[in-house]
C-alpha cells in the first residue's frame, strides 16, 4: 500500500506492507533509527513518538494508520544543532544511563508537559509510568522532567522560548 506521511518536517511516500509497524517503516525505510525498539510488545515505550501531536508507542500502530499524519520522532526536536529544552534538561541531569529509553521518555515528556506545564513528582511518574528503564531508578529522570518544564516556561531566556514554541507547535498547541 502506498503511504505519504511527513515526519520530522519531511514529506514522505513510500510502498508498505499492510502489516508494516510503524517503528519499522521509521528505522528501515527512512533510516530514522533514534526511535528504537525495546520490547515489540506495547510495554516499554522506548519507541514512543508524536503522531498528530500526541504521543504513541509507534510498536503498536501500523505504518497505513499514519499515512497522511504528521509524525515527530526524537530525531526532529533539535532546531539549528541546538538540544531541545527536554533534552538539554535530560543530558544535565544525567537522566540516563545506557540511554535507551530516553528517546521514548523524551517524547513522552514533552506530551506530558503540554498537558501540564507544571508537573508535580507525583504527575511526573504518572505520566510516565508507560515507559519503562531498566539503569536508572527513575530519580534523576523524575527530576529532569520538572528541570524541562522550568526551562519552558516564559521567562526562561529566549532559546528555551523558541524551542518552547516549536514543542507546542509540535504537539498540536497555539
Ligand atoms: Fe514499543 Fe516497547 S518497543 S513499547
Ligand atoms: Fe538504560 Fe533507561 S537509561 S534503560
Known amino acids: 500500500m502506498r503511504i505519504t506521511v511527513t515526519v520530522d518536517g519531511t514529506t514522505y511516500t513510500d510502498e508498505v506492507e499492510p502489516r508494516q509497524l510503524l517503528v519499522y517503516y521509521l528505522r528501515e ?3 530514522k533509527t533514534g526511535t528504537v525498539v525495546g520490547c515489540d510488545t506495547s510495554n516499554c515505550g522506548a519507541c514512543t513518538i508524536h ?4 504521543s504513541v508507542k509507534s510498536c ?5 494508520q499514519a499515512d497522511g499524519a504528521e509524525v515527530t520522532t526524537i ?12 533534552q538539554r534538561a535530560f543530558h544535565d541531569n544525567h537522566a540516563l ?6 528517546p521514548g521518555m523524551i517524547m513522552q515528556t514533552l506530551d506530558l508537559l503540554a498537558d501540564d506545564p507544571d508537573p508535580d513528582e507525583h504527575a511526573v511518574r504518572h505520566g510516565l509510568e508507560g515507559n519503562l528503564c531498566r539503569c536508572t531508578g527513575y530519580q534523576n529522570i523524575v527530576r529532569a522532567v520538572r528541570d524541562a518544564a522550568d526551562r519552558m516556561r516564559p521567562g526562561a531566556g529566549p532559546a528555551a522560548e523558541r524551542l518552547a514554541d516549536d514543542s507546542r507547535q ?3 498547541g497555539e
Open 29 to 31: 525505510t527512512l533510516g
Open 51 to 54: 503522531l498528530d501531536g500526541h
Open 60 to 64: 503498536s500502530v501500523l505504518a497505513v
Open 75 to 86: 530525531e526532529g526536536l533539535a532546531r539549528d544543532g541546538e538540544l531541545h529544552p527536554v
Open 97 to 102: 544511563q545506557c540511554g535507551f529509553c530516553t
Open 170 to 172: 509540535m504537539v498540536g
